[in-house]
Nanobody, 113 residues
Framework: QVQLVESGGGLVQPGGSLRLSCAASGFAFSTYGMSWYRQAPGKKREFVAIISSTGGTNYADSVKGRFTISRDNAKNTVFLQMNSLKPEDTAVYYC???????WGQGTQVTVSS
């Protein structure tokens, strides 16, 4: 079955960096686009970034220039490199396979001094 397992979250100071990973299994990873979403306390889940099966990317305006999505098809893993983190980036970050709408369990990112 399809499984998506996020890791890499944690507590970081404003201006710091984190790299999230999403390990995928149960499907032909290289043939699917993958995405990241986030949900802050009391807010709706929102789109962060997407990468197509061929490597094309798109980002939410709020993270453009600070976050980078990438993938390693040999490791069935999608990454989210987050730089210049702000307190408003605090959220649970989710990995998603848009086709058939599969989600991971999420990983907490807290940006605070």
């Amino acid at each position: 079955q399809v499984q998506l397992v996020e890791s890499g979250g944690g507590l970081v100071q404003p201006g710091g960096s984190l790299r999230l990973s999403c390990a995928a299994s149960g499907f032909a990873f290289s043939t699917y686009g993958m995405s990241w979403y986030r949900q802050a306390p009391g807010k709706k889940r929102e789109f962060v970034a997407i990468i197509s099966s061929t490597g094309g990317t798109n980002y939410a305006d709020s993270v453009k220039g600070r976050f980078t999505i990438s993938r390693d098809n040999a490791k069935n893993t999608v990454f989210l490199q987050m730089n210049s983190l702000k307190p408003e980036d605090t959220a649970v970050y989710y990995c998603r396979r848009p086709i058939n709408d599969y989600w991971g369990q999420g990983t907490q990112v807290t940006v605070s001094s």
